[in-house]
């Protein structure tokens, strides 16, 4: 004991050195955890206000007049894992789990194509006529730049004539589709606004109407990015315990406070 004493007072600046440096470790450590936590916590209050605000939010629809097109958007959830997704939207988190692979974004809508009232060609046809089969043929389009519609079919029926009344029986048979093709351009992806992430949908067809838009981030699913080499050299304060000199090159045992640039052999 008394050896250790004697150590002490014969070396107490360099101990003193030694303690206050690991004092200052532990408190940059302490500061460290503590401000990852508060930053973690923030994080995660972010993203819980993003998630309530999708899961509350209402499309909105606005002309696009740099596309030309309209610009359907929503706020859109953003998630670390396809399971944190259920607390939010249970009927899309279900959906997606029945994908196969991992999903690293989705969106989900649901679209009408409303051309309102339209007209039609028609040209009286001859099906048959040792059994008075006839039939009206009909041809119906519509396209613009995001929307495209062609219906090509036949209204078939029976003109049979009555010779007592000079009248005529028309009995009605089927109708029958020959074309019914759709086509309806959308273009989706997600933005990154000021505040928030929103999904989005485009379309150049003011005949086009989304009432449903839904979407979802998954953090954990993206790439990993490329590692980043690591720095070697550095310029900070510096405070430490060793082997220094004098002006005049005398070596001495102690500690010193000052700024140093230097450069990395090992990381941790």
């Known amino acids: 004991m008394k050896e250790v004493l004697d150590f002490i007072k014969k070396y107490y600046p360099f101990v003193l050195a ?16 503590l401000n990852r936590e508060r930053k973690d ?3 995660q209050e ?17 002309f696009n007049k740099k ?41 989900k809508s649901e679209v009408q194509g409303d051309l309102g009232g339209i007209s039609s060609s028609n040209d009286l046809v001859v099906i048959d006529p040792k059994t008075n089969y006839y039939g009206l043929k009909f041809h119906t ?8 519609q062609s219906i090509v ?11 007592d009344t000079r009248e005529w029986n028309i009995q009605p048979d089927k109708t029958v589709l020959d074309t019914n093709l759709t086509s309806i351009r959308i273009t989706y992806g997600f933005k990154d606004l000021k505040d928030k992430y929103q999904i989005f949908a485009i379309s150049p067809s003011s005949k086009v109407k989304l009432t449903d838009l839904q979407g979802g981030y998954f953090i954990d699913k993206q790439p990993t990015p490329p590692p980043v080499k690591p720095k070697k050299w550095g310029i900070g304060p510096y405070v430490g315990v060793g082997l220094n000199s ?11 406070i000052g700024v140093s640039l230097h450069y990395s052999i090992l990381q941790w």
């Not at 532990?26 to 460290?32: D, E, H, I, R, T």
């Not at 997704?85 to 991992?102: A, C, F, H, T, W």
């Not at 389009?141 to 495209?148: I, K, L, M, N, W």
């Open 246 to 256: 004098d002006t005049k090159f005398n070596p001495t045992l102690g500690y010193s």
């Open 153 to 163: 079919g036949t209204s078939k029926f029976y003109a049979v004539p009555n010779q």
């Open 41 to 43: 916590k923030a994080y």
């Open 46 to 62: 972010q993203l819980d206000k993003q998630n309530m605000s999708a899961l509350k939010d209402s499309i909105s629809v606005e």
């Open 141 to 148: 389009e519509y396209v613009d730049s995001g929307f495209a």
């Open 18 to 33: 030694v303690v206050i440096t690991i004092l200052i470790v532990l408190l940059f450590q302490s500061y460290s955890t």
């Open 67 to 107: 596309l030309k097109a309209y610009e359907y958007s929503k706020d859109s959830y953003v998630v670390q894992k396809l399971s944190d997704l259920e607390k939010y939207n249970k009927s899309l988190s279900d959906e997606l789990k029945k994908v196969k692979g991992d999903v690293i974004a989705a969106i």
